[in-house]
C-alpha cells in the first residue's frame, strides 16, 4: 500500500541549532514533493516544492532534499527560532492527478 | 487579497442533519480540494474539482458531496451527519494542480452529536 512517513515524536531543539526532518515514501513515483508549515487551529502553509529532476531546494533559511533513489526528503530549518515551533507536513504528487496526498506531519518545539 | 475563505468556523450539528460547508477563492484558480483532518491520521481529501463544473472522488468521499458551479466556489455538503464525521475541514485550491503550492483556508471544526 502507499504510504508517507514522518516521524510522530515531536523534534524537540535548541534555539540556534539545525532541525532535521525526514520523509519516507512507499509505492509512489511522484513528479514533486511540497513542504508545508501548520500552526495549531490553522491551516496548513505552502513552504517549499522539489521536482524529481532537482536534488536539493533552498528558501531563505530552509532547506530541502530529495532522493528519489531512498525515497526520501529532508527538511532542515537553520538557526531555527522559537517561531519556527510548528507541524511540518510533507506532501506529495502521488498517481500524477493533480491531487496532493500528505504525510501526518511531524512537530518541531524550538526551545529558547 | 482574501486567498482561501471557508464558513462557517464551526459547527456543531445533530446525528442525520444536513449542512453545506462554502469555500471561496479570489484567487482565479482552477483547482479546489477538500481535505479532513483528524487527529493521528492526517490530512485526508475528500473530493476535488479541476475546474467549474467538474467534481472528482478523493480519498474518503463516503457521506459527502460536493458541487462547483462557479470557478470561485467549491462546496462541501454533509447530506446526514453521523458521529464520524466530526473532523476539521480545509479547503485548498492551486492553480496548477500542485506543480506549485496549495492555498489553504483557515478550516471549519464541525462536531456531530
Known amino acids: 500500500s502507499q504510504k508517507i512517513e514522518q516521524n510522530s515524536e515531536a523534534l524537540n531543539i535548541q534555539e540556534g541549532k539545525t532541525a532535521t526532518l525526514t520523509c519516507n515514501y512507499t509505492?509512489?513515483?511522484?513528479?514533486?514533493l511540497q513542504w508545508y508549515r501548520q500552526d495549531p487551529g490553522r491551516g496548513p502553509v505552502f513552504l517549499l516544492l522539489?521536482?524529481?529532476?532537482?536534488k536539493e531546494k533552498r528558501k531563505e533559511r530552509l532547506k530541502v532534499t530529495f532522493d528519489t533513489t531512498l525515497k526520501q526528503s529532508l527538511f532542515h530549518i537553520t538557526a531555527s527560532q522559537p517561531a519556527d515551533s510548528a507541524t511540518y507536513l510533507c506532501a506529495l504528487d502521488g498517481d500524477g492527478n493533480n491531487r496532493l496526498a500528505f504525510g501526518k506531519g511531524n512537530q518541531v518545539v524550538v526551545i529558547p | 487579497n482574501a486567498g482561501v475563505t471557508q464558513t462557517p468556523k464551526f459547527r456543531v450539528l445533530k446525528t442525520g442533519q444536513s449542512m453545506t460547508l462554502l469555500c471561496a477563492q479570489d484567487m482565479n484558480h482552477e483547482y479546489m480540494y477538500w481535505y479532513r483532518q483528524d487527529p493521528g491520521m492526517g490530512l485526508r481529501l475528500i473530493h476535488y474539482?479541476?475546474?467549474?463544473?467538474?467534481?472528482a472522488k478523493g480519498e474518503v468521499p463516503d457521506g459527502y458531496n460536493v458541487s462547483r458551479l462557479k470557478k470561485q466556489n467549491f462546496l462541501l455538503g454533509l447530506e446526514s451527519a453521523a458521529p464520524s464525521q466530526t473532523s476539521v475541514y480545509f479547503c485548498?485550491?492551486?492553480?496548477?494542480?500542485?506543480?506549485?503550492?496549495?492555498?489553504f483556508g483557515s478550516g471549519t471544526r464541525l462536531t456531530v452529536v
Open positions: 522539489i521536482r524529481e529532476n532537482e
Open positions: 474539482s479541476v475546474g467549474e463544473g467538474t467534481t
Open positions: 509505492n509512489y513515483s511522484p513528479a514533486y
Open positions: 485548498a485550491s492551486s492553480s496548477s494542480g500542485g506543480g506549485e503550492g496549495y492555498t
